[in-house]
C-alpha cells in the first residue's frame, strides 16, 4: 500500500472522516505562512556562481563601465535608487550589487560580533526582507540595512585584504586612516574605478555630508593618493565569500588572489613621496609626455579648490538650520573638512614637486607657455604675470566674491582657512576681519 500523499485522490481518511484533500493541502500552506510571519525563508537572491579570478575580473571591467557612475544611488530611474551610502557603504554597496546582478554570493564579518556561526557572517541568504517582493527593493533594503552597521573599520580588518600592487585593477579600493593622538581618527574610503594609462586613479565616492544629504557620489578622473599605507591601512581587495566563511588567513589564499604585504615594506624603506612616484611608474600603462602630468596635477587641484565650495557649504547649511548649535561628534565628523583640507594642501605640494622636476629635467620649453605661467602665479615663482589664472579655475565661494587657485594657497599657507562647520563662511575661507572663531568643540 502507498504511503505518499497523492493531491489526485480527491480524498483521505482523517480521524475517521472524508476530508477533501485540497482543503487539507490549504490548511497546511495556511498554517506554515502563519508560524513564519505570512511568508516563506527566502534568500535576498540566489547565487549558483562561485567568486574567482575570471569574476573578479569581469567585476572590474564592471566598475569601469557605465554601469557604475555618480547617481547609480540618486536617479529615480535607477534600480538602486534609494540608497543612503558613506564611504564604506558604497564599497559595500557596489559590491553587492555586482554579486546580486551576476548570481554571485555575498558575505562579510558581521559586525555585531556574534559568536553564534548563524549571526556571525552577513550574507546574500538572510531572510530578514522576505516580505519585499521585487528582487531590486529586497537588494536596496539589504544594503541600507548593512550601512547601519558597517565602517571603515570593518572594511579595512573584516572584509578586504592587502593585494599585491602590480595586480591593482578597477574595483579595488584605497583606505587611509589619519590622526587620533589627541582626539578620534578620521578615515576614508575611495573606490577605484580606473587605473588610468599614466599610472594614476579615476575614483568614484561618497562621504557622510553626502550620504545624509542624499546626493550623487564624487568622482575624480585623475587623481594620486598623498596619504602612505599603514598596515591594515592602504589599497585594499574584497575577500571571496568561500574564505570569509571558512576563516581563511590571507596568508593561505589562492595564488591568483593577489594577496601581498609589499606596499607596507616598500613605503617603510621608502616614504610616502617616492612610494607613490615608484607606484605610478610601476602602473603606467603609455609613455607621458613631459609636462602632461603637470596639466592633470593642475585641473586635478581646480577641481578640488572648487569642490571645497560645495563641502563647505553643506556644514554652514547644517549649522544654519540648527540655530548654530554647537555640532555632535557625527555632525561634525559628516560636515567638518580637515582631512579634505589636508589633501588640498597635499595637492598644491605635487604640484611644486612636479614643476620642480621638469626644471631639474629642463624640461620646462616642453610645457605650454600657459599653464608655465600659472603655476609660477600659483607659487609666486620669479617675475609674476598675469596668466588668467581666475578666468581658468574661478573659486567662487560666496556671491560677489572670488578667488584664484594663488590666492588660495597664499591663505592656506597662512593658516586661515577653517575645517570648523561651525565656523562662519567668511572664516572657512579665511577672510580677514571675518570675527571670532567658533568656540564650539573640535572633535578631532
Known amino acids: 500500500m502507498s504511503n505518499y500523499f497523492d493531491i489526485r485522490d480527491h480524498s483521505t481518511t482523517l480521524g475517521g472522516k472524508q476530508v477533501s484533500k485540497l482543503a487539507l493541502l490549504t490548511v497546511l500552506i495556511m498554517t506554515t505562512l502563519t508560524l513564519t510571519g505570512g511568508q516563506l525563508k527566502a534568500a535576498v537572491w540566489e547565487s549558483d556562481n562561485t567568486w574567482d579570478l575570471e569574476w573578479e575580473k569581469r567585476f572590474s571591467s564592471w566598475m569601469k563601465s557605465s554601469a557604475v557612475h555618480r547617481n547609480i544611488f540618486t536617479n529615480s530611474g535607477s534600480n538602486y535608487y534609494g540608497i543612503r551610502a558613506d564611504c564604506a557603504d558604497a564599497s559595500y554597496a557596489l559590491r553587492i550589487i555586482f554579486s546580486y546582478e551576476n548570481h554571485l554570493p555575498f558575505a562579510m564579518r558581521n559586525p555585531s560580533g ?66 587620533g593622538f589627541l582626539g578620534r581618527p578620521i578615515r576614508h574610503s575611495y573606490n577605484i574605478k580606473r587605473i588610468n594609462p599614466t599610472g594614476d586613479f579615476a575614483l568614484i565616492y561618497s562621504t557622510q555630508a553626502l550620504a545624509r544629504e542624499g546626493k550623487p557620489l564624487n568622482y575624480r ?18 575577500k571571496w565569500p568561500q574564505l570569509v566563511l571558512e576563516s581563511v588567513a590571507p596568508a593561505d589564499y589562492p595564488v591568483e588572489s593577489g594577496y601581498s604585504l609589499e606596499q607596507f615594506s616598500l613605503v617603510e624603506r621608502m616614504g610616502g613621496t617616492k612610494f607613490f612616484k615608484y607606484l605610478t611608474k610601476l602602473l603606467k600603462s603609455s609613455d607621458v609626455m613631459p609636462g602632461e602630468l603637470l596639466e592633470q596635477r593642475l585641473t586635478g587641484l581646480c577641481r578640488e ?46 604640484l611644486l614637486d612636479e614643476y620642480n622636476d621638469l626644471t631639474a629635467r629642463g624640461e620646462l620649453d616642453l610645457i605650454s607657455l600657459e599653464t608655465n605661467l600659472r603655476v609660477k602665479e600659483i607659487f609666486s615663482l620669479g617675475e609674476q604675470v598675469d596668466s588668467g589664472l581666475q578666468v581658468f579655475c574661478p573659486i567662487s565661494y560666496r556671491d560677489g566674491v572670488t578667488i584664484d587657485l594663488a590666492e588660495l594657497f597664499s ?15 567668511a572664516l572657512r575661507w579665511g577672510e580677514a576681519d571675518a570675527g571670532e572663531v567658533t568656540s564650539c568643540r573640535r572633535w578631532y
Open 305 to 350: 579648490a572648487q569642490a571645497r565650495i560645495g563641502y563647505v557649504n553643506q556644514g554652514v547649511k547644517h549649522a544654519n538650520r540648527t540655530g548654530g548649535r554647537c555640532m555632535n561628534f557625527a555632525d561634525f565628523d559628516a560636515y567638518s573638512t580637515p582631512a579634505r583640507d589636508s589633501l588640498l594642501a597635499n595637492l598644491y605640494q605635487q
Open 221 to 238: 578622473d585623475h587623481r594620486t593618493f598623498t596619504h602612505a599605507p599603514r598596515k591594515p591601512w592602504g589599497f585594499r581587495r574584497f
Open 411 to 425: 591663505r592656506q599657507q597662512a593658516g586661515v582657512l577653517s575645517s570648523h562647520p561651525n565656523d562662519s563662511l
Open 114 to 179: 556574534s559568536r553564534r556561526r548563524s549571526g556571525r557572517y552577513l550574507t546574500n541568504q538572510l531572510s530578514k526582507f522576505d516580505s519585499i517582493s521585487d528582487s531590486n527593493r529586497r537588494v536596496v533594503k539589504f544594503i541600507n540595512y548593512i550601512a547601519g552597521s558597517v565602517g571603515t573599520e570593518s572594511l579595512v580588518r573584516n572584509d578586504t585584504f592587502s593585494p599585491a600592487l602590480q595586480t591593482l585593477r578597477a574595483g579595488d579600493l584605497f583606505m587611509y586612516r589619519m590622526g
